[in-house]
Nanobody, 122 residues
């Protein structure tokens, strides 16, 4: 079992930046691939970014490529999502996720956090 707790959401103006964090706990959490998803009001949850267990591979949705960066600190069992040049369409609840491989975490992860709200004003 892996438990995930997100933090760092908030209200920011368009063009601004936010950094989300996800603290993972569990016996083997540092060996899991981690990812971020988001769900805007009235829309389905969508993939944002993923990172493999050692940080050597990353994968991004086209909509955030070049603006968002995913990273992790396994010593602290934490994954980050640095979001720059934010747009109003980035407004959503952002969820942290975990699974055993990069492919699985990007497609249908087994473990989810509770989500953190990000609101970008125009």
């Amino acid at each position: 079992q892996v438990q995930l707790v997100e933090s760092g959401g908030g209200l920011v103006q368009a063009g601004g930046s936010l950094r989300l964090s996800c603290a993972a706990s569990g016996r083997t959490s540092s060996y899991y691939a981690m990812g971020w998803f988001r769900q805007a009001p009235g829309k389905e949850r969508e993939f944002v970014a993923a990172i493999n267990w050692n940080g050597g591979s990353t994968y991004y949705a086209d909509s955030v490529k070049g603006r968002f960066t995913i990273s992790r600190d396994n010593a602290k069992n934490t994954v980050f999502l640095e979001m720059n040049s934010l747009k109003p369409e980035d407004t959503a609840v952002y969820y942290c996720a975990a699974d055993g491989s990069l492919g699985r975490v990007a497609a249908n992860p087994a473990y989810w956090g509770q989500g953190t709200q990000v609101t970008v004003s125009s």
